[in-house]
């Protein structure tokens, strides 16, 4: 923000001008419902009779958002030399309802004197184009959890899942990426976008409401099996009957490669289909479950928020053997 003085006369010439510019800066907090914002004003170009102004800050903040410091400074700082800053920070707090989602804006407010004059404008005021939003919601362990992001422009990095950490399951995710036809997350697909009843979702893919329900390998062909399922249960285009979905199963090679196959004789792979059910240990699968599951914590993704998933080394450790 830049903030132009003009100190009239009784006739309106001028008498003297300084600039002010004022700068602000705030790291929102993915898992928080609290924010500090540092403020700064800086004179500069002063001249003729303003070799000096006196200025007031304060925040405020709208829906159910508060400003709890609603000042940088107290009262007004004299800012004399050129260059010089009046620094300090306020902080907001903002927790909604939970499951419910708040768009707040941030506003600012300057009260500019010079001594020795009366104001004729002494108050300038303007928002922040980049709205805050903060949503709450209960988690497994029954604690409320809240933060917020930046709710106007928000370039959110990818889930990377590589094989090399989380094993068969993220092979089960790039199998599906590149050989069913929706490539669901890949840039050259379609996004997947965040569902909150993942729960219930998974019931169909891989629990009870599947029309055929997924039946675990012995240990001596996926040791501790269990259900994963790609587009994730929790996104909006996973929850498909498990009977639709191709079923493989990764087998881990000497070479430290992953092949993959399909997981019954009698359950062909067409490609076609719109989801992969893949059979991959317990513990893997909830390694993986618990990056994502950080992953939407940390953008503090809502329901129908797009991303992307990459499992950047998939090329490298697996060999396709369908």
């Not at 004197?113 to 949503?135: A, E, F, I, K, M």
Request: a negative charge; hydrophobic letters at 35%; aromatic letters at 10%.
């Amino acid at each position: 923000m830049t903030v132009n003085f003009t100190l009239r006369g009784e006739q309106q010439e001028v008498l003297g001008t300084a600039i002010l510019y004022v700068s602000s800066s705030a790291t929102l907090n993915p898992r928080s419902g609290t924010w500090k914002e540092n403020i700064s004003v800086e004179f500069s170009q002063p001249w003729g009779q303003v070799q000096s102004l006196n200025v007031a800050a304060d925040v405020s903040c709208t829906s159910s958002c508060v400003a709890i410091e609603k000042s940088p400074w107290v009262g007004a700082k004299k800012l004399v030399d050129n260059g010089v800053l009046a620094t300090g920070s306020v902080a907001y707090s903002n927790v909604p309802a939970i499951d419910k989602v708040d768009l707040s804006t941030t506003k600012y407010h300057l009260y500019i004197t010079h001594t020795g004059s009366t104001p004729t404008l002494p108050n300038v005021n303007w928002d922040n184009p980049h709205q805050v939003r903060c949503d709450s919601h209960l988690t497994d362990t029954g604690n409320i959890n809240t933060g917020c992001v930046d709710g106007a422009v928000r370039q959110d990095p990818d889930l990377e899942l590589p094989v090399s950490r989380y094993g068969a399951a993220a092979v089960t995710y790039g199998w599906a990426q590149w050989n069913l036809k929706d490539k669901w997350g890949l840039y050259s697909g379609s996004p997947l976008n965040r569902a909150t009843n993942g729960p219930e979702r998974r019931k169909f893919t891989c629990e009870e409401k599947s029309s055929d329900p997924f039946e675990k390998m012995p240990n001596s062909v996926v040791l501790d099996d269990s259900c994963d399922e790609f587009p994730f249960a929790s996104t909006q285009q996973g929850g498909t009957d498990g009977a639709l979905c191709a079923e493989i199963r990764a087998h881990l090679r000497e070479d430290g490669k992953y092949e993959v196959y399909k997981a019954w004789d009698d359950r062909p792979i067409t490609k076609q289909e719109p989801c992969v059910r893949g059979h991959v240990n317990l513990l893997e699968n909830a390694t993986a479950g618990s990056a994502y599951s950080r992953y939407i914590q940390d953008l503090r993704l809502i329901e129908g928020d797009p991303f992307y998933v990459t499992v950047p080394d998939y090329f490298d450790m697996t060999v396709d053997a369908i």
